[in-house]
């Protein structure tokens, strides 16, 4: 914990709904649900209006139907949450060269390294109202909301206080206050399991856990989990502020606007990825063991597999093939299998447990060298009109009415709202499903895929 409020958490609020609002102008002020919209899909943002009726992240997308029948249910576009996200996490290197991306809308900054005059509670307080401003002008009206304080823990639990479009400093010296009345569960690392268990002990609040004392939780929880909760629990947070070129693993991901079901694509896609990954590691002078594939299902879902190796690599094949292995893994669960084939909207691969020396050749095996790993022909990505799949909020484009929406589809029918982020609110068209004057509408300049690191929520 530093002695002065240097550390600052930035979020956008309900990021993936409130870039839908911007560019939808009719759905302004409306509810609006983002996730996966099928039978099995999970909510991963609803808008404000939307959670004014007991819609949240994680729910399952039938109960937000009951919850909110009204809300616009859109699938996600993830071409337009990257371009957003590219323009925040630029302007907040253009502040400080250390700038820690959590996920796409989420970051800590560095301001000991944003050549301020001093970090006064005042200063920082002007500094982070006009980064606001200047986020809300550079995306063309998103929110952010700010918490600024002597330590990660304390800055994150801010920018959460006063959400939406908020903004608290916490001054040096008040943390503890601040922390005694909240939940345990404000903690890092205090989910469920852990929460109950300290439930049953009578620990409910940071207070709780601050009189229970080391001993106490360190016979509740273990050494390395009660010992960190202890130091946390009083404030005690000197995690540092690490950029993305300091990250502890190298990581390639891709996220697709159109659910990925062929499995040979994905594999092949997944090679590529391990292909990037060791070009990095190796220029980085870096060699890592675990090899983590991460994978984000047409409903929304995400999960990830890891596998470690005996030493570290940095050979493109050898963290291909280990990819492979737990791609194929996944293929064949029982849970997994199915939502595989149902379709993938995110593939990554990385690599942690870094070393800074690579062990030499001994993944030099035989099969290593052979042909099979060089570049393969990968077939496009499927198109959504191949799919037959016009997914609510996706853009399209007409060949004479322009630019919109999906609205929705269904029974040999499509349904579409001709606006943009820069139009007023547009008049609603319907369409047969296979109208040749109607495709897919995707940014001019195809983008490099995210390269977030994968240990990122999602
Ligand atoms: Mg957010």
């Given at each position: 914990m530093r002695s002065q409020a240097s550390v600052l958490h930035l979020d956008l609020d309900a990021f993936f709904a409130a870039v839908e609002q911007r560019d939808k102008p009719s759905l302004r002020g409306k509810p609006v649900v983002v996730g996966g919209v099928g039978g099995r899909g999970v909510v991963a943002t609803a808008s404000y209006e939307a959670r004014v009726h007991g819609v949240r992240s994680a729910m399952s997308t039938r109960e937000a139907r009951s919850r909110c029948p009204h809300a616009a249910f859109l699938s996600g576009r993830f071409h337009a949450y990257r371009e957003a996200s590219g323009v925040v996490m630029g302007l907040l290197r253009e502040v400080s060269p250390l700038v820690e991306p959590l996920s796409l809308d989420e970051a800590f900054v560095d301001l000991e390294q944003a050549g301020l005059p001093d970090l006064e509670v005042a200063t920082v307080t002007d500094f982070a109202q006009d980064l606001r401003r200047r986020v809300h002008e550079a995306t063309d009206g998103l929110t952010a909301s700010v918490g600024v304080a002597t330590s990660k823990l304390l800055a994150k639990i801010a920018s959460d206080l006063d959400k939406p479009d908020g903004l608290v400093v916490v001054a040096p010296g008040t943390e503890q206050e601040l922390l005694r009345p909240m939940r345990a569960t404000i903690i890092p690392g205090v989910g469920p399991a852990t929460a109950e268990r300290l439930r049953r002990a009578g620990i409910t609040t940071v207070a709780d856990l601050e009189e229970a004392g080391l001993d106490e939780l360190v016979r509740l929880l273990g050494r390395a989990h009660g010992g960190g909760l202890h130091l946390l629990s009083r404030a005690r947070d000197d995690r540092p502020v690490v950029a993305e070129r300091e990250a502890k693993s190298v990581s390639v991901e891709g996220t697709y606007d159109t659910d990925l079901s062929d499995l040979r694509l994905i594999e092949g896609l997944l090679a590529r990825q391990a292909g990037e990954v060791a070009t990095r590691l190796r220029a980085a002078g870096l060699s890592g063991r675990t090899v983590t594939i991460k994978v984000r299902f047409h409903d929304f879902t995400t999960l990830s597999r890891s596998t470690t190796l005996a030493s570290p690599t940095d050979h493109g094949p050898t963290v291909a093939r280990s990819a492979r292995a737990l791609l194929a893994e996944l293929v064949a669960g029982p849970d997994t299998g199915p939502q595989v084939r149902a379709g993938v909207r995110l593939l990554g691969v990385g690599v942690s447990g870094l070393a800074d020396w690579v062990q030499e050749d001994l993944f030099a095996d035989a099969e290593d060298d052979g042909a099979e790993e060089e570049d393969e022909e990968l077939p496009e990505p499927p198109r959504a009109r191949h799919l037959g799949a016009w997914a609510p909020g996706m853009d399209v484009v007409h060949a004479e009415l322009g630019r919109g929406w999906v609205w929705g589809a269904g029974r040999g029918v499509v349904t579409v709202r001709f606006e943009t982020r820069e139009t007023p609110a547009g008049p609603v068209r319907s369409f047969p499903?296979?109208?040749?004057a109607l495709r897919a509408w995707t940014p001019p300049v195809p983008e490099e895929p995210a390269q977030d690191p994968l240990s990122g929520p999602a």
């Open positions: 499903d296979d109208d040749p």
